[in-house]
Each structure stands twice: as C-alpha cells, then as structure tokens.
C-alpha cells in the first residue's frame, strides 16, 4: 500500500489565507463539483477554499464502505465513489460549525476511528493509518474553531446517536429476545440508534432536528421524549409523537433502511474491488499544481 504522504505542513488558517480567491483553488473545487455531477450541489463560494481530500471508511447500516471525503475550509463533504478520482454521487455537506469530533479506542478488529457528530447525523469514520487519522483530525478541528470564532457560535452541544450497524446485534437490543431474521427485519431507534424490532419501535415522535415529520423510535425513548414533553408543557416532541405515533401506523412510511439508505444500500456496484481504494491524503498549498492531485 501506497504510505500516506502530505502536501503540505501549513496549519488550515494559512491555507486558506494562502488559497482563498486563487485560480488553483477555483480549479479545484469545481473538479470536484464535476466529478459529483448534476446531482451535486454548487460548491464555489467567494472565500471558500478547498483544504484536503482523501477516501475514509464509513461505517454505515449494513457495512463499512469507502467514501471520497473533501475538506473545505466551512463544510465537510462526501460521498459514494462510483469512479475514483472521477465520478462520486450520493453527495452530503456538512457545516462544520455544527461538528464536533470523538477518537474512538483501538481494538484488534477497529482502528484509526473516530466519530464525527452533528445534531442531525453522527457516523464512524476510519483512516488508513494513525498518521491520516491525526491529520484529519487535526485540520477539521483547527477549521470548526475557525468557523466557530468568525460567528460568534458556541461548540455544539446536541449530537444525533451514531445508529449500531446492522452486524452488531442478531437480537434486538431493547427486548433482548426478538430474533431477527428474513422475515423479522430490524430497524433503527433515530433518537439513540439501536438496532430494535417492529414491536419495540411502534412508536413516532418528532425531532425536528432529524426531520419535518415525526421519526420511528423505540419504546424507552419515547417514553423518556414523552415525560421532557410533560415537563415542558406537554409541547413540541410529545404532541408529535402522540399525534403520529398510534401502532397502527409501525409499519407505514418508515422502514429499516438507515437516512443514508441510498448510499448505504447501494454497494457502489461500478467499482468495489478491495484495494482500489487509494489511501493517500492531499492537504493542499499554493505551491503544488492542480494535475498533481487528480493524475
């Protein structure tokens, strides 16, 4: 395997003061809005500078996939490799004012992880090496506190749960004797993220900050969701659960599949060979030309 090499020692703050408004850094951000195609969102934004890209692996519901992460000097971008170095889709920006990052211990089956957190996704990502885990990192962090100062914005405090992957569990994880199986499918709880059956999920409740309508939850939290509602005076997340959360309606309208379900059920059928993936980070400066990242 190819070791991880960077392009440049430069802290993020001088690179975006190096790169901001150049030629080279146009360039690269609208290589990579070609390569997301029309179904990528615009990227170029006056200021806006494109730090580091690499592929990380992100554990997802079903299983851990490779994906092309791009760090910008205000959001974090990724998505789905179709055609490395070429053609991505299932395209996600995150503001990085709202992330906030957790190492993760190194266990013999898991290492080089981390877990990135926001109030309305938390996911696992891993690195090649200790070497890129560290520099990631370091660069996403040393440009959230950037963001955080230019706007005045306290760290986030509100973290969606990271949902447990699908392999980690063949019972559910409230009832503790449900089974599953092809016919007893398992879901995800999107207030803490476990793995739950039909029975112990009937319920909805309203998190606005996941979604404009009311959201499958396990039993424990809705009850948990129920009494902060009755506290508050019995407003906001109760009424939504009790208005959408009847067990009649379990099964309508939210199934298993995770939010990334278009990206975590599909297995990048275009290319998903093991090992061609390529491990190395670039993390920009002026002084290296534009060909040298994309030959």
């Not at 067990?247 to 278009?262: R, Y």
Request: charged share 25%.
């Amino acid at each position: 395997m190819e070791p991880t090499t960077w392009a440049s020692a430069l802290t993020a703050a001088r690179m975006v003061e190096h790169l901001a408004n150049t030629e080279v850094n146009r360039r690269r951000i609208a290589q990579v809005e070609s390569c997301f195609g029309a179904s990528g969102q615009p990227l170029a934004l006056p200021g806006r500078v494109l730090l580091g890209e690499g592929v990380l692996t992100k554990e997802c519901r079903k299983k851990a996939q490779p994906r092309a992460f791009f760090l910008f000097s205000d959001i974090l971008v990724y998505g789905s490799i179709v055609l490395s170095g070429r053609r991505y889709r299932a395209q996600r920006v995150i503001p990085l004012e709202e992330v906030t990052l957790e190492p993760l211990p190194e266990t013999l089956q898991a290492r080089n992880r981390w877990l990135i957190r926001t109030a309305r996704k938390s996911f696992v990502v891993s690195a090649a090496s200790a070497t890129e885990r560290q520099e990631w990192i370091r660069h996403i962090e040393e440009c959230v506190r950037r963001q955080l100062r230019a706007s005045g914005r306290a760290p986030s405090t509100e973290h969606a749960a990271p949902w447990v992957p699908d392999k980690a569990t063949d019972i559910c994880m409230r009832c503790t004797h449900t089974r599953f199986s092809a016919l007893t499918r398992r879901h995800h709880c999107r207030q803490c993220g476990f793995v739950v059956c039909g029975d112990c999920s009937r319920a909805r409740v309203l998190l606005p900050r996941l979604a404009p309508k009311p959201q499958r939850v396990c039993g424990l939290c809705y009850r948990q969701l129920a009494a902060q509602g009755r506290q508050g005076d019995g407003e906001g997340q109760e009424a939504g659960g009790q208005a959408a959360g009847s067990p009649s309606g379990a099964g309508a309208g939210c199934g298993a599949s995770s939010g990334d379900e278009d990206e975590d059920s599909d297995q990048d059928k275009e290319g998903s060979g093991e090992g061609d993936w390529p491990s190395r980070v670039r993390f920009y400066d002026s002084g290296v030309s534009w060909s040298s990242f994309h030959s």
